[in-house]
């Protein structure tokens, strides 16, 4: 039993690189011995489209909220202080930004602690009330998340891990399942390379109170006819401090047909 147990482990991305990358440096720093262990939390909420909530909920980290938070503040810190400015990319920075604004709905204490520690003023710290849309928008860097995380629903699909994106969705795994038989009747694979995950097939819809995502699917014989439809709640994005996407659509369609409006997303009635 305990063989089998040291043989579980956590998805590892890049580790071969980070290894390689580690060894290198340790030669020329011959005290260093602890080997690192990356793992990929903020990488998994950031493509998953999580908020620390949904996080905590889907791995049953109540007891343990408080070192997730400190590990998700500790990545921020690391990001945000820590990266030379030729790495320090547009895309980098709109994930610094989700990062920090998901922290601080959470609990702006710890981003105030890491604030004065680097010498930095900041605001003496009062309990927020809970933000509307009215009050104030959401963030730019909520783009890119949301982005993000629709092209890691993709990935999802085209492995057909439907039980993982219904943790995530708001469909469960059976309804996602039958939603996607025509496609997987008519196509062997889903694309996930660089031209599926090209802009031109992702779309952002605002409106006052919600977004609207369409996200097209990229089949190996261009048939380009498959796309699936996702809102998100902005009041309840404020309140948890990261976009949550609930998938609304899923199925082929008419390349020429209009793009989904808020109305038309939230009905329900779309293809299965």
């Not at 290198?24 to 489209?49: D, F």
């Amino acid at each position: 039993r305990m063989t089998r147990l040291e043989g579980v482990t956590w998805p590892k991305p890049l580790d071969e690189l980070i290894q390689a990358c580690f060894h290198e440096y340790k030669g020329h720093h011959p005290w260093v011995a602890e080997y690192p262990s990356p793992k990929s939390i903020l990488r998994e909420m950031l493509e998953g489209g999580d908020t620390f909530a949904t996080f905590v909920r889907r791995y049953r980290l109540e007891r343990s909220e408080g070192l997730v938070l400190r590990y998700l503040t500790d990545a921020w810190r690391t990001l945000d202080r820590s990266l030379p400015d030729d790495v320090y990319t547009d895309g980098l920075e709109d994930v610094v930004e989700w990062l920090g604004a998901l922290i601080r709905a959470t609990d702006a204490t710890l981003l105030d602690e890491w604030a004065l520690l680097a010498g930095k003023p900041v605001h003496e710290h009062v309990a927020p009330e809970a933000l509307s849309v009215g009050r104030a928008g959401p963030p730019p860097a909520w783009r890119t998340a949301v982005r993000t995380a629709a092209f890691g629903w993709v990935e999802l699909l085209a492995r057909r891990s439907y039980t993982v994106l219904a943790e995530r969705s708001g469909w469960s795994s059976e309804r996602l399942s039958t939603a996607m038989a025509p496609y997987w009747h008519a196509h062997d694979s889903l694309c996930i390379d660089a031209d599926a995950r090209a802009a031109v097939n992702f779309s952002l819809l605002e409106q006052p109170q919600r977004w609207v995502i369409t996200q097209q699917l990229v089949d190996p014989d261009g048939d380009g006819g498959w796309r699936f439809v996702a809102t998100v709640d902005l009041a309840a994005a404020l309140d948890e401090g990261a976009p949550a996407l609930v998938l609304e659509q899923l199925g082929a369609y008419a390349p020429d047909e209009p793009e989904s409006s808020t109305d038309e997303a939230t009905d329900g009635d779309g293809p299965e």
